[in-house]
């Protein structure tokens, strides 16, 4: 996925220049680089220029990677995961963290509004870069935090996002949603709930 890497690195150069070039010939050459990106963009997806070129454009300020927050909840040998409305798919409970909130509210939150579950995070699983991971490609670079969370107590309820949730054994998932969570990733997961001592995973 050379392109893809190529694509990120001309947006993230052009909305740097852009965020700190003063001169109106400098803001000129960045606008082009920001065109370019989208054609690169525009030409290996169906996406038509102009929608590219809005997607190129719609970040401003330094560029950063994006952080995808995912929460593992165990039960008797079982992972918690939550059918996403979006494909209908399964995933860990989680979203993009927001601004104002800690890692660890948002991980607390998002299952608690996903699955109707309250839960406790206690550890810090894995720091992942998501491009080097079996993920579908996406233009915005991120990073996945998985936390890992004690059960407390509520009952299973879905929300906008979430049409079902469900307990899985590490041999019997569910058909995952590739963009958010990858069976590798979950595997892992299981791994550090065996040994509780192992650190965090990075990278």
Known sequence: MDWLSWTQRLQAIAQAGLTYSQGPYDRERYEELQRLAAEVLAHHTSAPFDQALAIVRAEAGYATPKVDVRTAVFQNGRVLLVRETSDGRWSL??????????????????????????????KLLAVLDKARHAHPPELWYTYKLFFLAELLGGAPQGSHETSEIGWFERGG???????????????????HQDHPNLPTDFD
């Open 173 to 191: 998932l569910p058909e995952l949603s590739a963009p958010r969570v990858t069976a590798d990733q979950i595997e892992r997961l299981f791994v």
């Open 93 to 122: 409970p989680g979203g993009w963290a927001d601004v104002g909130d800690t890692p660890s509210e948002v991980a607390a939150r998002e299952v608690r509004e996903e699955s109707g579950y309250e839960v406790r995070v206690t």
